[in-house]
């Protein structure tokens, strides 16, 4: 394998804790003997949990004499929840060390490398970067622009419409696009909406797959008008709300006031307090007016587009009201794609970002 395979490997296995790593990265590393022959793996599976290289290297008994170690993200060298990561992989004898990219974290920043360099370690510093950078986009942008990555979810008919002129949305796709829609739920820390799809949709806001990680609803609510019986009281964690409203506290909920700007609650600021709270990714679910303020902020990183082969002519738009000049309309680029059953997926990428 090449070194950009063995870098992807990491990826793939770091990959599998998706979800469950927040406020942490997501770190895989492989670890190759002298003779280029793997002899161990591992990844990063939560807070509190060892960090890739431990948990690859404390599976070899011994020492690796003029090993190789592949991590997708610049080794740790300072204590945290767990020891460093520099220590290990200086104390197993490894010789050279792959790192997919630096940690923007400012006890790292290279001081990581600059440590394993002093033990006599030959590192190589950036490998398939680009893919290391959009497995933790989400990390990133909190340390780097100190917010969450926010994902825009719409399910619409061909036409943009998220609801027939009746207001009815229940079924505009199937089975599949609405597990797929779960599964952005697992992989998200928050799950934004704005109180009229509380009061119209009563959702739960919860992931409904097996040993999957939870998910923290968070409600925009101006003026405070969830009701007391909603279901997002009891399905799931404490959801968080955020409101203009003079009264903040009067019902006992876990309610925060930000300021408003000409889209209504300030999107930003709810992003700025979120990401304080360790919310590293939001999900947008809900409302085609919710849709429109987060497009018009400019503020989407990511659209996960559900289409049904359905044709409405009739009821809400999603975006619609924006009016943008078509020099500024084409904000995003098409990075996945597939036919669940009978609807078209699209993932999107704000170009602004990875
Ligand atoms: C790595 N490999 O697998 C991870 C790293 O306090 P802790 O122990 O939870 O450490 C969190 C910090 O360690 C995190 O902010 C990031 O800088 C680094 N995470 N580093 O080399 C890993 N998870
Ligand atoms: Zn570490």
Not at 44 to 67: F, I
Not at 270 to 287: K, P, T
């Amino acid at each position: 394998m090449s070194n950009s395979e063995w870098m992807r490997r990491c990826l793939v296995l770091a990959a599998q804790a998706q979800g469950w790593t927040s406020p942490n990265p997501l770190v895989g590393a492989v670890v190759l003997d002298a003779n280029g022959k793997l002899v161990s793996e591992g990844f990063h599976k939560g807070p509190g949990q060892w960090h890739a290289e431990r948990d690859a290297l404390l599976k070899v008994s011994g020492a690796v004499p003029n090993g190789t170690v592949f991590v997708n993200l610049e080794p740790c060298c300072v204590w945290g929840r767990t020891p460093p990561c520099t220590d290990i992989i200086i104390e197993k004898g490894i010789r050279n060390v792959y790192v997919g990219m630096l940690d923007p974290d400012p006890r790292m920043a290279g001081k990581g490398i600059k440590r394993l360099e002093e033990a006599g370690i030959n590192v190589q510093v950036g490998l398939i970067e680009e893919e290391c950078r959009t497995l933790n986009a989400a990390y990133l942008l909190a340390r780097e622009q100190k917010r969450p990555l926010v994902t825009l979810k719409v399910a619409s008919t061909l036409d943009g419409r998220v609801c027939d002129t009746s207001g009815h949305s229940k079924w505009i796709t199937g089975e599949a696009a609405r597990a797929s829609g779960q599964r952005l739920r697992a992989e998200h820390d928050a799950i934004l909406v704005g109180v009229g799809t509380v009061i119209k949709d009563d959702p739960q806001l919860n992931v409904r797959l097996e040993n999957e990680p939870p998910i923290r609803p968070v409600i925009l609510d101006t003026h405070l008008r969830t009701p007391q019986d909603a279901k997002i009281h009891t399905s799931g964690l404490k959801p968080w709300f955020y409101t203009h409203h003079a009264n903040a506290n009067g019902h006992g909920w876990d309610v925060r006031t930000v300021p408003l700007d000409s889209t209504g609650l300030s999107f930003q600021a709810v992003l700025a307090d979120l990401c304080s709270r360790d919310v590293y990714s939001v999900l947008v679910e809900g409302g085609a007016s919710i849709a429109s303020s987060i497009l018009q902020t400019g503020l989407v990183d990511r659209l996960e587009l559900f289409m049904a082969p359905k044709f409405l002519g009739g009821g809400l738009i999603w975006g619609d009201g924006l009016k943008l000049p078509l020099a500024l309309a084409s904000q995003f680029e098409i990075r996945e794609h597939a036919i669940l059953d009978q609807d078209i997926w699209l993932r999107l990428e704000s170009k602004k970002h990875v």
